[in-house]
């Protein structure tokens, strides 16, 4: 079990990249790309100096060529940023809730099972489940070697995908699964987890005991894996994940942050209540507020496990998904939060401007690059604070029509 010291140490790094995309380590794209096939037969040298037999790699790689459409997929960036309501409603729906409580209820004795060996509620593995492959249903159609090929090769990311196309290779060894059948997503993530190859070494188990994992087809593989991952990333099996509250008039939105921790009865003596204005629950908890929607919208006091779906996938968005449907599944109720009627995402034009204007005005946002990042809302915050506005560090339009007037004042 994790300490709080070990949680506090996950945060500091978690918060770089908190409400941003996955973040891989870049690398300079002037450097001169190598012949491919010199680059493979490098490749071929390091992997068997790894332990990856001859034969697996001519079963992988022979006759392999980099996927166009890989590098297509890995540059395209979306039009408009996603709004905490825009993606709750594509991921928890009437649905899913149903089709989820349906195979909880199917499953119940492998979940059990699950429960007891690693202390993991079964409404969760059903919830990641669930959004990570539609209970199942798309596990990716690309070859994971050639997309994993693919992206090693380029020059951008080129160390990360290097060692998930190791993995790769090792786990094609180990006879878990044979090339034909290793297939993914674009980026190289597999099975109904969608796991990457170095979580796959690191964590996947062999639910079933039948010698190999497969986390493609075996749902014991496929809950013993996710199960034991969890465990080891701080998971508590006695607690929740968190719950909608409602903040007191007045609330200083400065402490709307993971990274400040309060005892629930701290934040009892400051006004918070559970959404229906009961009194917070009398537990030993210590738990942060988020806005995820700024401060007009839903707040959330989240725990140790939040913090612990982080780690499996670095949204706030997602981890605060997981945790509401793992909820619905269960009967727990709907939201009392309402999406606004008039909500409009902002594209990433929109997003650029608002960094350019924060950095004309002395707030520093890095390079502006229309994503919405650590730097770019804590420049908000700053200047939300500066403008008397609630500091939640959310971008909104009005915020963007305010920047437009004070720059031009």
Do not use: C
């Not at 700053?382 to 029509?401: H, I, K, M, N």
């Amino acid at each position: 079990m994790a300490t709080k010291f070990t949680w506090r140490t996950v945060l500091s790094v978690l918060l770089i990249v908190l409400f941003g995309h996955l973040a891989w380590a870049t690398e300079s794209e002037a450097e001169p790309q190598i012949d491919f096939d010199q680059w493979l037969k490098e490749l071929r040298l390091e992997a068997r100096a790894a332990g990856v037999s001859e034969a697996t790699l001519d079963a992988a790689l022979l006759g392999i060529a980099p996927l166009e459409r890989v590098i297509e997929l890995d540059r395209r960036q979306p039009e408009f940023t996603q709004t905490f309501w825009g993606y709750l409603d594509k991921r928890v729906t009437p649905q899913r809730i149903e089709r989820g409580r349906a195979l909880m209820l199917e499953h119940g004795a492998l979940l059990d099972q699950i429960r007891e060996r690693y202390n993991v509620q079964p409404r969760f593995l059903v919830a990641f489940w669930a959004l990570e492959s539609n209970f199942g249903d798309y596990t990716g159609k690309i070859p994971v070697i050639a997309s994993l090929v693919t992206l090693a090769y380029d020059q951008r990311r080129s160390a990360f995908f290097r060692a998930q196309l190791l993995d790769a290779l090792r786990i094609l060894e180990a006879r878990h699964i044979n090339n034909e059948q290793m297939k993914g997503s674009w980026a190289g993530a597999m099975g109904q987890l969608q796991f990457m190859p170095s979580t796959f070494v690191a964590y996947a188990k062999d639910g079933d005991q039948d010698g190999r994992i497969d986390l493609w087809v075996s749902l014991p593989d496929v809950f013993a894996s996710a199960a034991n991952y969890l465990s080891k990333i701080g998971w508590r099996g006695d607690q929740t994940w968190g719950r909608e509250v409602r903040l007191p008039e007045g609330f200083d939105f400065n402490m709307a942050t993971l990274a400040i921790w309060k005892p629930i009865g701290e934040w009892q003596n400051l006004g918070v209540r559970r959404a229906d204005g009961r009194d917070l629950p009398n537990a030993d908890i210590e738990g942060s507020i988020i806005v995820p929607a700024g401060h007009g919208g839903p707040a959330f006091l989240v725990y140790d496990n939040f913090r612990a779906t982080l780690v499996w996938n670095r949204s706030i968005n997602y981890a605060l998904s997981v945790g509401y449907l793992a909820d619905r599944l269960v009967g727990r109720p709907a939201l009392v939060a309402q999406k606004p009627a008039d909500e409009r995402p902002l594209s990433r034009a929109e997003v650029e401007e608002i960094q350019n204007h924060l950095t004309q005005l002395g707030y520093d946002t890095g390079t502006p690059d229309g994503v919405v990042g650590a730097r770019t809302r804590a420049a908000i915050r700053s200047y939300q604070r500066a403008a008397a506005l609630p500091p939640d560090g959310y971008p909104t339009p009005e915020l963007l029509d305010g920047l437009r007037d004070a720059v031009t004042n």
